[in-house]
Each structure stands twice: as structure tokens, then as C-alpha cells.
């Protein structure tokens, strides 16, 4: 999937929010969720931004910078319907 297709099927599904979902350095599963229409092609080629400090695994110790830079994988893209 494209960055372009990205967005086409989120407008066909009336998308509004994207959940970025991914693993800690010990498997636990974080999630950071971003609003679609603050996303633009740059975010699926340059990463996007976040506050690493609360997903950092504390045992390792204090998080030198609490930038965190995620790089997203448009493969792996499911649509969730939120129950109204």
C-alpha cells in the first residue's frame, strides 16, 4: 500500500483516527494514536514523532531523550470500527 492509497482508504471509511501499534523492548504491547487529518506522505517517509519516555521499558533505565521516531509499515494496515 501506498502513502496515497493510505489516505483514499481512509476517506472511503471514513477513517478519522490511526492507531500506531507496536512492541516494547520486552513484547508489551503500546499504542500512540494519531488523528488522519494531521498525517500527510511525509509521516509514511520520514517516520513519525513521540513521546518515548512513557513507552520506555523502565528496568533499562532513564530515557536519554524523550524523542521516539516511529517508521510505519503500510502492509500492515486493518481498519477497526469504533461501536457508537
Not at 15 to 20: G, I, Q, S
Not at 23 to 47: I, K, N, R
Request: glycine share 10%; aromatic share 12%.
Amino acid at each position: 500500500m501506498t502513502p496515497q492509497e493510505f489516505f483514499e482508504f481512509a476517506k472511503a471509511h471514513g477513517a478519522e483516527m490511526m492507531d500506531l501499534k507496536f512492541c516494547d523492548m520486552l513484547g508489551t504491547w503500546q499504542h500512540c494514536s494519531y488523528p488522519v487529518e494531521t498525517l500527510d506522505e511525509g509521516a509514511f517517509e520520514e517516520g513519525l514523532g513521540f513521546d518515548g519516555s512513557s513507552h520506555w521499558v523502565k528496568p533499562f533505565g532513564p530515557l536519554p531523550e524523550p524523542g521516539a521516531l516511529a517508521l510505519l509499515a503500510l502492509g500492515a494496515i486493518a481498519l477497526i470500527r469504533r461501536r457508537r
